[in-house]
Each structure stands twice: as structure tokens, then as C-alpha cells.
């Protein structure tokens, strides 16, 4: 009598197979949505930065008036002097050299820009792992109405995030 209890070999090798494709299948779904989570966040955390440096800006602008602005003396490519009516000045910059850390400083508060760059990146591998570009125009265009007594500053700071493809850049205009 011959008793046929178990499996071949070819069945388990072809049941092993086809377990696996469904498992390789459900992995790359599983990395895709992680990667829009991550992409998600990240646009999520873009976006409260821009709108919390813009806040605090606009804050003081309403709150305190401004009188004048102006590009600072000391560093006119990357910093801007916000003065107002209460005779206080703010300096609105950014650093433009570090590209490790990358912040914009206002008044005496530090916002830095997250880019999750590994901290083992070697500083001449740096520029190839830097996925945020911080393009600091902060010189403020000065715009002056005909037959009004009314200027206009403008301040822009362009943050360009190279993986969303997008502009969470500050710009802030006002109209004395």
C-alpha cells in the first residue's frame, strides 16, 4: 500500500515562490505609502515654519508699526533691518554659508529649517544630500506710488523644498 501523506519537493519550492511574490508585492506598497507619509509630513512641516516666521513678522508689524525697513549695513545680501514706530529695529537674516544649518534669525528667535541631512554626510559631500535650497533676496524693493505718500516694502526670502517642488518662501509686503 502506498500512503502519499505530505508534500513533494516541487510543491513547497512553487508554494515558497508564490508567497514570496505576494510578500514583495505588499512591500512595495507598504514603501510607497511611507513615502507619501514622509513627503506629507515634511510639506506639513514646511508649511507651519513659513506660517510661524510670517505670524511673528506680521505680529510686530501690526502691533508696533513699522517706520522704515531697510537692507542692513553690515550684511546687505542676506539681512534686513525692520524699524518701527516705537523706535525699536528687528533684523530679519539668513545664513547663506552653512548649508548643514539652515535658519532664517528674527529679531532675537532662531527658526531653523529642518533638511534631514544625515549627520555622518562629510561637509564636501554635503551639497549632494541638501534637498532645501534657501535662495536669501531679503532686500526689500522699495516702491513708491505717483501722487501718493504711500511706500511699499517687500521682503521675500524664497525656501525652495527640491523632493515637494514647491516655494514655502516668506513674503511679507507692507504699505506705509
Given amino acids: 500500500m502506498n500512503n502519499n501523506k505530505g508534500f513533494t519537493l516541487v510543491e ?39 506660517d510661524t516666521l510670517t505670524k511673528d513678522i506680521q505680529d510686530d508689524i501690526h502691533d508696533l508699526g513699522v517706520s522704515s525697513i531697510a537692507t542692513c549695513t553690515t550684511n546687505p545680501d542676506t539681512c534686513v533691518d525692520i524699524n518701527f514706530m516705537n523706535s525699536t529695529t528687528k533684523k530679519l537674516y539668513t545664513n ?22 544625515p549627520q555622518k554626510v ?10 532645501i535650497e534657501l ?18 516694502y517687500t521682503i521675500s526670502i524664497p525656501i525652495i523644498n527640491k523632493d515637494l517642488e514647491k516655494d514655502f518662501g516668506i513674503y511679507i509686503t507692507v504699505v506705509k
Wanted: charged fraction near 15%; glycine fraction near 4%.
Fill in 12 to 50: 513547497l519550492v512553487l508554494s515558497f515562490a508564490l508567497i514570496m511574490i505576494v510578500i514583495m508585492g505588499m512591500l512595495t506598497i507598504i514603501m510607497n505609502y511611507k513615502l507619501k507619509a514622509n513627503l506629507q509630513q515634511a510639506r506639513s512641516n514646511m508649511i507651519t515654519y513659513k
Fill in 96 to 117: 547663506k554659508t552653512d548649508l548643514r544649518n539652515k535658519y532664517i534669525i528674527y529679531g532675537d528667535i532662531i527658526y531653523r529649517i529642518e533638511d534631514n541631512i
Fill in 122 to 131: 562629510d561637509n564636501a559631500n554635503l551639497a549632494t544630500y541638501q534637498n
Fill in 135 to 152: 535662495l536669501p533676496t531679503a532686500t526689500p524693493i522699495l516702491n513708491t506710488y505717483v501722487g501718493s505718500s504711500k511706500t511699499i
